[in-house]
């Protein structure tokens, strides 16, 4: 499992490097030590801290496994049997296998969006990636925090090959498009809003040669 730097640790308990040296030396949670003598903490110890049982921890162990298309169905089955393979490797006990399409632009993706609420009923313990955008395109780092504060690891396998760059394009294009759409529509509220001041100007000039024909009048 993954080793955190105190600074890390420190940051996901809620709590400053300061009062992790103190809880050291008092032995309320001891650091462990490399070669070197560095302190570092496992994610076990953070699970300890939370008052998880360990050893009769019964949640499960996710694959996750999503590309765009359904025209990309043997890229999916590709991701699945690395990961299956991956786990098997190290001993690791698959739960629930899900294989999702959709954008990994898309926030509202049905299978994920249940994924989470899992992670959030605490039922998930592991949840494992073949890369960092098949769990999500943009904000991972984040959704990576949100998990662990329910106590779910994300680990991502970082295989490079199952990672197809075409979805990239095809994303970086989504926005563009989106983005370009947004610039049209404030160019169009551009040109009514110069049409309105010149609406205006012409409504004060109107104002202007009644108010000196009436002086004339007078």
Same mark, same amino acid.
């Given at each position: 499992?993954?080793?955190?730097?105190?600074?890390?640790?420190?940051?996901?308990?809620?709590?400053?490097?300061?009062?992790?040296?103190?809880?050291?030396?008092?032995?309320?949670?001891? *650091?462990?030590?490399?070669?070197?003598?560095?302190?570092?903490?496992?994610?076990?110890?953070?699970?300890?801290?939370?008052?998880? +049982?360990?050893?009769?921890?019964?949640? @499960?162990?996710?694959?996750?496994?999503?590309?765009?298309?359904?025209?990309?169905? %043997?890229?999916?089955?590709?991701?699945?049997?690395?990961?299956? @393979?991956? /786990?098997?490797?190290?001993?690791?006990?698959?739960?629930? /296998?899900?294989? %999702?399409?959709?954008?990994?632009? +898309?926030?509202?993706?049905?299978?994920?969006?249940? !994924?989470?609420?899992?992670?959030?009923?605490?039922?998930?313990?592991?949840?494992?990636?073949?890369?960092?955008?098949?769990?999500?395109?943009?904000?991972?780092?984040?959704?990576?925090?949100? /998990?662990?504060?329910?106590?779910?690891?994300?680990?991502?396998? +970082?295989?490079? &090959?199952?990672?197809? @760059?075409?979805?990239?394009?095809?994303?970086?294009?989504?926005?563009?498009?989106?983005?370009?759409?947004?610039?049209?529509?404030?160019?169009?509220?551009?040109?009514?809003?110069?049409?309105?001041?010149?609406?205006?100007? &012409? !409504? @004060?000039?109107?104002?202007?040669?009644?108010?000196? *024909?009436?002086?004339?009048?007078?």
């Amino acid at each position: 499992m993954k080793n955190y730097k105190p600074k890390d640790f420190a940051e996901l308990l809620g709590v400053s490097v300061k009062t992790l040296q103190r809880w050291d030396r008092e032995g309320t949670l001891k *650091a462990n030590r490399t070669l070197t003598n560095r302190r570092y903490y496992t994610y076990d110890q953070y699970l300890q801290f939370k008052g998880m +049982n360990i050893e009769n921890d019964k949640r @499960q162990v996710v694959i996750y496994a999503r590309v765009s298309t359904k025209n990309q169905k %043997d890229d999916l089955q590709n991701q699945v049997a690395f990961l299956r @393979q991956f /786990c098997n490797a190290r001993g690791i006990i698959v739960n629930q /296998c899900i294989e %999702d399409y959709g954008s990994g632009l +898309n926030y509202n993706c049905k299978k994920w969006n249940e !994924l989470l609420d899992e992670v959030m009923e605490q039922k998930i313990k592991t949840i494992v990636v073949t890369h960092k955008d098949r769990f999500i395109r943009f904000g991972y780092d984040w959704f990576e925090k949100f /998990c662990k504060k329910f106590n779910t690891t994300l680990v991502v396998v +970082n295989n490079e &090959e199952l990672s197809p @760059q075409e979805e990239l394009v095809q994303d970086i294009v989504s926005i563009l498009h989106v983005f370009s759409c947004r610039l049209y529509g404030l160019r169009k509220y551009k040109k009514l809003i110069e049409r309105d001041e010149e609406i205006a100007e &012409e !409504l @004060q000039d109107g104002n202007k040669s009644n108010r000196g *024909a009436e002086s004339q009048d007078s």
